[in-house]
């Protein structure tokens, strides 16, 4: 294991806890996801994490995922980690969740001239608490 998957659980296990004590923690969903800049269009359709596939400088990237919330009524906040996080963007965030409904969010990620080829991974973290 990669010392910086380590410390990421580490930091999840914290957020978890910090959250729970102070903010009704309700539960969160972690998705791992990456990216590849390249001079060239791929796609991979793999839904063992979330792929953005290969796209080339300038250009971006989107997926969806269904957030469904199976506890209480929550408020979803989403946060991405890694790299290139300040390049994700979320259709919708911060918003409501009845028990029992669920949502499609799609992620998008923007790339820019300045990236280096090659490929960025990290984490999406959809965090909920209670309402």
């Known amino acids: 294991m990669k010392k910086a998957h380590k410390l990421f659980i580490i930091l999840i296990f914290i957020i978890s806890v910090v959250l729970f004590c102070y ?16 001079n060239h269009i791929g796609f991979n359709l793999d839904n063992d994490m979330l792929h953005f596939g ?7 990237s989107k997926r969806s995922v269904v957030i469904r ?11 991405a980690f ?11 965030n911060n918003f409501i969740l009845l028990p029992e409904e669920s949502k499609e969010i799609t992620l998008y990620i923007y790339t820019n001239k300045s990236m280096q080829n090659k490929k ?12």
């Open 54 to 60: 290969t796209v080339p400088k300038g250009e971006n």
């Open 120 to 131: 960025y991974e990290g984490h999406i973290l959809f965090i909920l608490t209670k309402f």
């Open 69 to 79: 919330n199976t506890g209480e009524k929550s408020k979803v906040r989403i946060k």
């Open 23 to 38: 903010y009704n923690f309700n539960g969160i969903q972690i998705y791992k996801y990456d990216i590849i800049v390249g």
């Open 82 to 92: 890694g790299e290139i996080s300040d390049f994700i963007y979320a259709s919708d």
